[in-house]
């Protein structure tokens, strides 16, 4: 190979003919952490002046390399989970380096972006050289990168005060027992089964002078509260780690049961999980952390699914990505909305509906145009049957970014669909409840995530002929039966209490 760029979906591609004058005369390989879609191959070989050739992350590590990264960063002493992730990034960049190089050596390498899951030292090392291009978001300008630490911890402090008396604390109180909830319900209300009202001010004032005697001394009083909050949360409020404090942190989404990313360790080792269900311990297990099923939990069974007789409609759920574990790759979803478009040329007399996770678009995960990019894709597809939802909340809000939504927004697209797909979204367990059949699709070649719900018997794909051939048996009894027994299987599991 005489030439490889390395890129990120943070780089606006148009942008790259501002580097012609670095290539050699030759092929040309660019290296992506996301899937380059068709229509941004256009625009990177009409930049570049030369048709290249394509491969992503997830080409160049296999997914016992990605498990290796998630086991060998970790380090059970330091409390910080920043670090962590950091050194999950180092690791899985350097295998990724090492098996680039060795399946196609080049004497020209350009390093343009660094950011989105790349980390450049290992690149440097390797010897490629950094050129600048335009990106959309600065990564240069955070805060948090700031060189002078003074400022940047009294920024801190100012900002967690400001952040912790503006924020929402819920309060009940059952049996004779109060709890606190700290955060939004947005996301994990219907599943508690406790009636909120907004705590007074107090509370807040009480958990600023609690967190930060904490964090001084070491100590809190005792009480009988039980504090609750969600792992997504929590990244608001870090709810202390003290025997004092009685903090339970909440399940919040579907919890794959192979994620090998030790980052549960770091919310403390005193805290107990709570579940929504059985299943939902099973991550727990695998990392021998203490939780057990909520007792304070909503029992939510599936209904009775709904049959289509004739195939009209169908969503897609995506999922959320980013450095908390390697093996997961930016480039996972990207191939579930290039499936779709496949399937969706299959299928011309069926709508398709793909949603993005609101979470994309946050600058860590996967770059703030994530969404644009996909609506640019499935416009340049042309396939009057896929679309984008309409109906995605802006995770960017007065510039903080939220990372719990009113379920309202993902109702509006259920209305009128056939089935849901997705990767291991919970969403497509929420469309259960509503009667909506869902399949799960893993087109990423790595492990199955929603493994603990395959194994209950719904639905699973791995390539587009198991898509179709599944769209196509939606109408028959042999579906419905084997559909029914899964149903059945989740309900029982459900029922348990662990």
């Known amino acids: 190979m005489d030439n490889v760029i390395v890129i990120t979906q943070n780089l606006k591609l148009e942008s790259l003919s501002s580097i012609k004058g670095e290539l050699v005369n030759g092929d040309v390989l660019i290296v992506s952490t996301q899937f380059v879609f068709g229509n941004e191959q256009e625009i990177i070989d009409n930049a570049l002046g030369v048709k290249c050739q394509y491969v992503d992350f997830a080409d160049l590590i296999s997914d016992a390399e990605r498990q290796k990264c998630d086991e060998e960063a970790f380090d059970p002493i330091p409390n910080n989970v920043g670090a962590y992730y950091a050194i999950i990034k180092e690791k899985k960049n350097e295998v990724i380096v090492n098996n680039l190089l060795v399946k196609y050596p080049s004497k020209n390498l350009l390093l343009v972006c660094e950011d ?140 794959p049961p192979n994620y090998t990313s030790k980052y549960l360790y770091y919310f403390g080792p005193r805290v107990e999980f709570y579940t929504w269900d059985v299943m939902g311990q099973h991550t727990f297990q695998y990392h021998h952390l203490n939780s057990r099923v909520m007792p304070i939990r909503n029992k939510l069974f599936l209904p009775d699914a709904h049959y289509p007789k004739k195939l009209y409609k169908v969503l897609c759920a995506a999922s959320g990505t980013g450095d908390w574990t390697a093996i997961k790759n930016r480039s996972d979803d990207d191939r579930l909305v290039w499936a779709m478009g496949k399937i969706a040329a299959m299928f011309p007399e069926v709508e398709f509906i793909y949603r993005c996770h609101p979470v994309w678009i946050h600058p860590e995960h996967s770059g703030v145009n994530a969404i644009n990019r996909c609506a640019e894709y499935i416009s340049w597809l042309n396939l009057p049957n896929y679309k984008i939802s309409s109906n995605i909340p802006m995770a ?33 367990i929420d469309a259960g409840f509503k009667g909506i059949p869902f399949a799960s699709c893993n087109m990423t070649g790595h492990r199955d995530f929603f493994e603990d719900i395959t194994k209950l018997g719904f639905p699973h794909c791995e390539s587009i002929e198991e898509i179709a051939n599944l769209l196509k048996s939606l109408t028959t009894p042999e579906f419905k039966a084997s559909y029914e027994q899964a149903i059945k299987n989740y309900n029982e599991m459900t029922e348990k209490e662990g």
């Open 116 to 255: 989105l899951g790349i980390d450049e030292i290992p690149w440097l090392k390797a010897g490629f050289k950094k050129v600048q291009c335009e990106y959309y978001y600065d990564h240069s300008q955070d805060w948090t990168k700031s060189h002078n630490r003074v400022f940047s911890l009294i920024k801190g402090v100012t900002n967690k005060i400001k952040q912790y008396y503006k924020g929402d604390i819920w309060e009940s109180n059952k049996n004779d027992q109060k709890y606190l909830f700290f955060g939004s319900t947005n996301r994990i209300g219907y599943r508690i089964g406790l009636e909120w009202k907004k705590a007074s001010k107090w509370e807040n004032v009480k958990f600023i002078m609690q967190f930060f005697c904490m964090r001084l001394i070491g100590f809190v009083p005792k009480n009988r509260t039980i504090r609750l909050t969600t792992f997504h949360e929590d990244n608001h409020w870090n709810l202390p780690d003290h025997p004092n404090f009685n903090v339970k942190k909440i399940q919040d989404g579907y919890l």
């Open 396 to 428: 960017n809000q007065k510039g903080e970014f939220v990372l719990s939504f009113k379920r309202s927004s993902f109702e509006e697209d259920l209305k009128d669909i056939d089935i849901v797909f997705g990767e291991h979204s919970v969403a497509m």
